[in-house]
């Protein structure tokens, strides 16, 4: 059994060179997903998606995910709290059965973090994502947290136009 299965994965990017970009988001699948499910959603946000981190400063980095990769997005940025261009969590919310203690250090420094989920989404309970919105209010991020009505475990368009927002606005000059 290979202990890292995820090392050596293919990683698509999109866009222009990560070091002339004015921010990147790294997108992150969910479970029984793949890359190129997840690039459809960043070719409808306009972004690019790769591993970034030696060519860009933090604060030019965007995380998003969706489902599982939302949850794991969200979670690194917990644990990682610093200034980041923008975080997006589609569906998703911070990591550990309930009772987790959330002590995570540093500021997220008025971060733009979009939460979006349903309120009986089958895979992320309510109270997850409320909670996650107060841990990044905490770090100091600057949350937006949109919850709905019977949804499922989707994205719907008013989540897309959300991140696009937040995005865009990550890149006017």
């Known amino acids: 059994m290979n202990a890292d299965p995820h090392r050596g994965q293919p990683v698509l990017v999109q866009g222009p060179d990560p070091a002339a970009a004015r921010l990147v988001v790294v ?14 959603l960043a070719t409808e946000l306009d972004r690019v998606v790769g591993d970034l981190a030696k060519q860009v400063p933090r604060e ?4 998003m995910g969706f489902s599982q990769g ?15 261009g923008a975080i997006v969590g589609l569906s998703g919310a911070v990591i550990g059965p309930p009772g ?5 250090a540093g500021s ?5 973090a979009f939460l979006g989920c349903s309120d009986v989404d089958p895979h992320i309970p309510l109270e997850r994502v409320h909670e996650t919105a107060e841990v990044y209010r905490r770090l100091g991020a600057s949350v937006d947290e949109r919850i709905y009505p019977r949804m499922g475990h989707l994205v719907n368009r008013d989540e897309i136009d959300a991140a696009r ?3 865009s606005a990550k890149i006017s000059p």
């Open 100 to 104: 987790t203690p959330r002590r995570y």
């Open 108 to 112: 997220m420094d008025a971060t733009p």
């Open 165 to 167: 927002a937040l995005l």
């Open 60 to 63: 030019r980095i965007g995380l």
């Open 27 to 40: 997108a992150v699948h969910g479970r029984g997903a793949s890359a190129g499910d997840i690039l459809s």
């Open 70 to 84: 939302a949850c794991l997005s969200l979670e690194y940025a917990a644990r990682h709290a610093r200034r980041y």
